[in-house]
């Protein structure tokens, strides 16, 4: 199974800070990488797919890059509303798998 | 717009089975591939199983291979997880998702969850 590895595990930041989440795959995957958002008590919510594509509906101070094992979560400007859970996701071989998350709190 | 409700779950003994059931609405349901997506308390999320859009083709995860079932109601826009052999390490809420496509195994809708837990 590919082994998906976020860094950092949790992450304080302030409202306005840019913020960078890393997710490295444990083999090359492409382009297939999907970025999650997880408020506590609520379902998860697709932000990015395909590493780098927003999913209708999301702010775009949320942007995804990268491919083959390296891959990145920013968002721009946080807002209060951002803070929250996010994990990535491979989606190029099955068992798909969750990286372990980051947790982001406002410092 | 799309909802997705998941129904049937509850305490159950280690051994035991239980079945889960997702209501789907919104969209075409036998157009899309549909998933489970389980996640223990505290922990990260876990993809338990996938069926394609017409049911031919299913996917378990290890943990859950040999004792889980996935199938769909194309007729009824229903989704089910039939969870046999129980363990405690099953205890989670479990989640339907919907494929963006029908195999990209990308979420871009999920249920509230429904709560699993495995005890005695």
């Known amino acids: 199974d590919i082994q998906m590895t976020q860094s950092p595990s949790s992450l304080s930041a302030s409202v306005g800070d840019r913020v960078t989440i890393t997710c490295r795959a444990s083999q090359t995957i492409s382009n297939y990488l999907n970025w999650y958002q997880q408020k506590s008590g609520k379902a998860p919510k697709v932000l990015i797919y395909a590493a780098s594509t927003l999913q209708s509906g999301v702010p775009s101070r949320f942007s995804g890059s990268g491919s083959g094992t390296d891959f990145t979560l920013t968002i721009s400007s946080l807002q209060p509303e951002d803070f929250a859970t996010y994990y990535c996701?491979?989606?190029?071989?099955?068992?798909?798998?969750f990286g372990q998350g980051t947790k982001l709190e406002i410092k | 717009q799309v909802q997705l409700v998941e129904s049937g779950g509850g305490v159950v003994q280690p051994g035991r089975s239980l079945r889960l059931s997702c209501a789907a609405s919104g969209f075409t349901f036998s157009t899309y591939g549909m998933h489970w997506v389980r996640q223990a308390p505290g922990k990260g999320l876990e993809w338990v199983a996938v069926?394609?859009?017409?049911?031919?083709?299913?996917y378990y995860g290890d943990s859950v291979k040999g004792r889980f079932t996935i199938s769909r109601d194309n007729s009824r826009d229903m989704l089910y997880l039939q969870m046999n052999s129980l363990r405690a390490e099953d205890t989670a809420v479990y989640y339907c998702?919907?494929?963006?496509?029908?195999?990209?195994?990308?979420?871009?809708?999920w249920g509230q969850g429904t709560l699993v837990t495995v005890s005695s």
């Open positions: 069926i394609s859009y017409d049911g031919s083709n299913k």
């Open positions: 996701q491979q989606s190029h071989s099955t068992p798909d798998t």
């Open positions: 998702a919907k494929d963006r496509t029908n195999w990209n195994y990308v979420f871009d809708y």
